[in-house]
């Protein structure tokens, strides 16, 4: 945000009086006349930065997920329906660990989900967030939304490259078996698909970036798997996962596919680890959820 702010007079950063814990401290002090905090109110932030964007502004609106969830009737209302050009920056997206129970950021994706004028990115590591960050801001015309995670950048095979805007695709593309997730689970995603290497199990992996909307090229690339695995660090109601099954009914997909979200519960607090652990979202979960398929099926 600084950089971009250096070089562009219209960028400006709101915050709800979250600026130290949404990375905003620096942005605060070198460009205090284009930062905004408009204290514990989310709702007014939304619609503040939908007031700066009708006037030709580029705000940025940085707010933890499970506080998003206040604000939903102003971006539906306010920002969509007005299609105007409001980016926010969803940060602690998915499990949060210590924060606690109601911090878990696990229902972000279903609420934007349903908000037409929308395009969310959930990039995996901070060379996606960059473009992503870049993106929504010059390239997306109306609401855009960039999710990441609590902590730092997870294991990155060495043989993937940059991120695509889009998605990706990590493996063999004419094998059988194909394992689809987004943000971090990424990095999850391609340690089980070195141990399924290891039992002879061989996947490919297809990583979102842009999860909404979904590319029709994904979807047509993941229709040619005889078994689709999606893993999803949220909700499952409303989620990626049921979108994207609801494309693949749409192609020639005749394979068998299968869903590990989180069901119609709260997370407790626990650590990072422990709660994908738990969620077998995690590597471990993965292999034991594919392997434990394939038998069923065979």
Known sequence: MCELAEDDKKICAITAAMSGGTGLTEFSKLYKERFFDVGIAEEHAVTFGCGLAAKGMRPVFAVYSTFLQRAYDQLLHDAALGKLHLVIGVDRSGIVGDDGETHQGVFDVSILNT???????????????????????????????????????????????EENLSYDVYGNPNCKNLLITYGRLFSYACKAKETLAKQGIEICILKLCRIKPIDENAVDFAAAFENVWFFEEGIKNGGIARNFSDLLCCTSFCGDYHIKAINDKFVKQMSVSEALHELKLDDDGMVNTITKNLKEKN
């Open 115 to 161: 908000i037409p004028n929308t395009t969310i990115f959930s990039p995996a590591y901070f060379d996606g967030m960059r473009k992503s960050l870049s993106t929504a801001i010059y390239i997306c015309d109306s609401l855009a939304v960039v999710r990441y995670p609590r902590g730092g950048e997870l294991y990155k095979p060495d043989d993937f490259g």
